[in-house]
């Protein structure tokens, strides 16, 4: 199947916030933005295209930060986001204070810090000036030809940096072994009863992987 990775445009913008939810979800219904803020996925859903059309520059909600695979039709097949980490105003505060203006109607004072501080249980820091990955998805008829792994490649051998993070639920053992395969090795992980169970999580482990280069 011949395919091309190419920047997002605003045509794609449905496709990766189905990118967002699914990466997320990894076959429950939890989505840490939806429970963190007491929204449904309709107003979530409503609330990124938003900030993707305004073009906020909020880490990583931006075109600027997204790549897709697309078919000769240009129809979408894979999507990620892809970004430097900045060194002050990390992308999870961004996308959190982002998430609290917008629903600020309904997050009282007391509410911003219990959500902050639930925030903070699911979240590993990610490494200023790492080049980050998230949100990878691709449509399961899809799966399995090597488009995420060529995706991937095809940005850190283009990128001018040697330093490259991703963070990946450990029940999410098929992306962990695309991860390792390309060079990824776990720097971190947080584990912590009852974040499924209180819907944080689609997992109670996340681990954090950094990959230095192709040598």
């Known amino acids: 199947m011949k395919y091309k990775i190419r920047k997002a445009e605003i045509k794609d913008i449905p496709f990766l916030i189905q990118s967002v939810f699914q990466s997320e979800k990894i076959g429950t219904d939890i989505i840490s933005y939806c429970t963190l803020f007491d929204i449904p996925e309709n107003t979530l859903s409503e609330q990124l295209n938003e900030a993707f059309i305004e073009d906020f520059q909020i880490l990583p909600w931006s075109l600027t930060h997204w790549y897709v695979s697309v078919n000769e039709r240009d129809t979408p097949l894979a999507a990620l986001a892809y970004w430097r980490e900045p060194e002050i105003s990390n992308s999870e505060i961004q996308k959190f204070q982002y998430l609290s203006f917008i629903n600020k109607n309904k997050v009282?004072?007391?509410?911003?810090?219990?959500?902050?501080?639930?925030?903070?249980?699911?979240?590993?820091?990610?490494?200023?000036?790492?080049?980050?990955?998230?949100?990878?998805?691709?449509?399961?008829?899809?799966?399995?030809?090597?488009?995420?792994?060529?995706?991937?490649?095809?940005?850190?051998?283009?990128?001018?940096?040697?330093?490259?993070?991703?963070?990946?639920?450990?029940?999410?053992?098929?992306?962990?072994?695309?991860?390792?395969?390309?060079?990824?090795?776990?720097?971190k992980r947080i584990t912590l009863s009852g974040l499924k169970e209180k819907k944080l999580l689609a997992d109670n482990t996340k681990i954090n992987m950094i990959f230095y280069g192709k040598k």
């Open 108 to 187: 009282t004072q007391p509410d911003f810090m219990n959500r902050y501080d639930q925030l903070k249980q699911i979240a590993i820091n990610r490494e200023p000036n790492h080049y980050q990955f998230d949100f990878l998805f691709t449509e399961d008829e899809y799966r399995g030809q090597g488009i995420m792994f060529n995706m991937m490649n095809v940005l850190i051998n283009e990128s001018s940096t040697s330093n490259f993070q991703i963070q990946v639920l450990e029940s999410n053992s098929k992306a962990k072994k695309l991860y390792e395969r390309i060079g990824f090795v776990e720097n």
